[in-house]
């Protein structure tokens, strides 16, 4: 009954590799968030989603595409990867795109070499 | 510009004092305050808000915060720390033009020692 879930958990690969990070949530949420946590601990807001339709996109490379097929689902998927994309990579949820309260995935590790 | 400050990187208290995290923000009207934990390996946890009414707001785990508007504030406390507490806060606000965002703070250690 995990509420947001997100595989896989650690993900180790090398430079230039294409790889996705799934996202899932099963609270009936409408809005879905990726966040990087960099070596630091900061956390910064990457894409936002409500509804399947992007809301926040930062600055972020164009390397990295947000894919939400349905309101439970926000994949991450990174192009050409490099060295500092390497993190901790969060999904969260909330209910509605004004909503306070976020809920977060266990996240997932990247690990570039 | 939106900001928010958590001044301190860590903050040690013996198990049993009293504990304060700190957090101030800048934002344009009325804020929405927001305290996360994150413990070793996991994902960030609400803690509590701040939306409206009493300035003194509970939370989880015997938390509680609170919304001072004169220093721009959101102190996050706890009577009586317990090891178990040791872990990284968040402050995070939302401003009526933020775009929905929360700006988060840069994270603030804590470590309850026995």
């Known amino acids: 009954d995990t509420a947001v879930s997100q595989t896989p958990k650690y993900l180790v690969t090398q430079m230039g590799n294409d790889k996705s990070i799934k996202c899932e949530q099963n609270l009936g949420h409408d809005t879905m968030y990726w966040y990087k946590q960099d070596s630091k601990k900061f956390l910064k807001i990457m894409f936002s989603?409500?509804?399947?339709?992007?809301?926040i996109n930062e600055t972020v490379p164009n390397r990295f595409s947000p894919k939400s097929p349905d309101k439970a689902h926000l994949n991450l998927h990174i192009n050409s990867l490099e060295l500092g994309d390497s993190a901790v990579y969060f999904c969260?949820?909330?209910?509605?795109?004004?909503?306070?309260?976020?809920?977060f995935g266990p996240g997932t590790r990247l690990t570039v070499l | 510009a939106q900001s928010v400050a958590q001044p301190e990187d860590q903050v040690n208290v013996a198990e049993g004092n009293p504990l304060t995290v700190k957090c101030t923000y800048s934002?344009?009207?009325?804020?929405?305050l927001f305290w996360y934990v994150q413990y070793p390996n996991r994902g960030l946890q609400f803690l509590l808000k701040?939306?409206?009414?009493d300035n003194l707001v509970k939370g989880s785990y015997g938390f509680e915060a609170e919304f001072n508007k004169s220093q721009t504030s959101f102190h996050l406390k706890k009577p009586s720390a317990l090891v178990s507490d040791s872990a990284l806060y968040f402050c995070?606000?939302?401003?009526?033009?933020?775009?929905?965002?929360?700006?988060w703070g840069a994270g603030t250690k804590l470590i309850i020692k026995p």
């Open positions: 969260a949820s909330s209910p509605r795109v004004a909503s306070d309260t976020q809920y």
């Open positions: 989603y409500n509804n399947k339709e992007l809301i």
């Open positions: 701040y939306i409206t009414g």
């Open positions: 934002v344009s009207g009325n804020p929405y």
């Open positions: 995070a606000v939302r401003g009526v033009d933020s775009n929905y965002q929360l700006i």
